[in-house]
T-cell receptor
Framework: DVKVTQSSRYLVKRTGEKVFLECVQDMDHENMFWYRQDPGLGLRLIYFSYDVKMKEKGDIPEGYSVSREKKERFSLILESASTNQTSMYLC???????????FGAGSRLTVL | AQSVTQPDIHITVSEGASLELRCNYSYGATPYLFWYVQSPGQGLQLLLKYFSGDTLVQGIKGFEAEFKRSQSSFNLRKPSVHWSDAAEYFCAVGAPWVNTGKLIFGQGTTLQVKP
C-alpha cells in the first residue's frame, strides 16, 4: 500500500529553535508537498518539489525552507520557530502525470 | 483569483439521514475536482475525483459528487450517514494542464453525526 510517513507526530519546541520535519514516501513519486493546516483556513501550500533538489514556493513560504536531497525524502525546516508557526503540518506526494495526492498522518507542532 | 469555498464550516446530521456538503470554486477553466476526508488525528484520504466525462462520480464509503459547470459547484452527497462518517471534509481543485498534484483546498466542513 502506498505510504507517506511523517516521522514526528507531535513536537513541542521553543521560540527561536530550528525545527526539522521529515517526510518519506515509498511510492517513487516525483512530486512532494508540504501543507499547513489551521482551523477555518483549510490547507495552505508552503513548498513543493517536483524533482530531487528542485523546489518551488507555495502560498505561504515565509519562515520556512525545504530540502530534497533524495527522491523519497522531503524535509521542512523552520529556521527560527515562532509561536505563529504552531500548526498541523501535512506532507503529501503524487506521481508524475497524476493529480492525486497521498497524505501522511501529519505532524502537530507547538511552539512555546 | 483561484479559490475554493465550502460555505458550511460545521454540519450536524442524524445517523441514517442524507448528507450534502457544498463546494464552489473559482477557476479560469474547468479544473480537476477532489473531495478528501480527514478523520481525527489522521491525514487526508481521497474520497473521489472528477477529471472529465460523467458529471456524477462515485467514490469510496458510499459517497458521490456531482459536477455542475454552470454553478461552478462540486457537491458531495451520501444517502445515509453512518456514525463513522464524522470527520472533516475538504474540497480541492487542481489545474488539469499541470499534472503536478498541486491543489487548492477549501476551508473544510466538519461533520458531526448524532446517534
Amino acid at each position: 500500500d502506498v505510504k507517506v510517513t511523517q516521522s514526528s507526530r507531535y513536537l513541542v519546541k521553543r521560540t527561536g529553535e530550528k525545527v526539522f520535519l521529515e517526510c518519506v514516501q515509498d511510492m517513487d513519486h516525483e512530486n512532494m508537498f508540504w501543507y499547513r493546516q489551521d482551523p477555518g483556513l483549510g490547507l495552505r501550500l508552503i513548498y513543493f518539489s517536483y524533482d530531487v533538489k528542485m523546489k518551488e514556493k507555495g502560498d505561504i513560504p515565509e519562515g520556512y525552507s525545504v530540502s530534497r536531497e533524495k527522491k523519497e525524502r522531503f524535509s521542512l525546516i523552520l529556521e527560527s520557530a515562532s509561536t505563529n508557526q504552531t500548526s498541523m503540518y501535512l506532507c503529501a506526494s503524487s506521481g508524475s502525470g497524476a493529480n492525486v495526492l497521498t497524505f501522511g498522518a501529519g505532524s502537530r507542532l507547538t511552539v512555546l | 483569483a483561484q479559490s475554493v469555498t465550502q460555505p458550511d464550516i460545521h454540519i450536524t446530521v442524524s445517523e441514517g439521514a442524507s448528507l450534502e456538503l457544498r463546494c464552489n470554486y473559482s477557476y479560469g477553466a474547468t479544473p480537476y475536482l477532489f473531495w478528501y476526508v480527514q478523520s481525527p488525528g489522521q491525514g487526508l484520504q481521497l474520497l473521489l475525483k472528477y477529471f472529465s466525462g460523467d458529471t456524477l462520480v462515485q467514490g469510496i464509503k458510499g459517497f458521490e459528487a456531482e459536477f455542475k459547470r454552470s454553478q461552478s459547484s462540486f457537491n458531495l452527497r451520501k444517502p445515509s450517514v453512518h456514525w463513522s462518517d464524522a470527520a472533516e471534509y475538504f474540497c480541492a481543485v487542481g489545474a488539469p494542464w499541470v499534472n503536478t498534484g498541486k491543489l487548492i483546498f477549501g476551508q473544510g466542513t466538519t461533520l458531526q453525526v448524532k446517534p
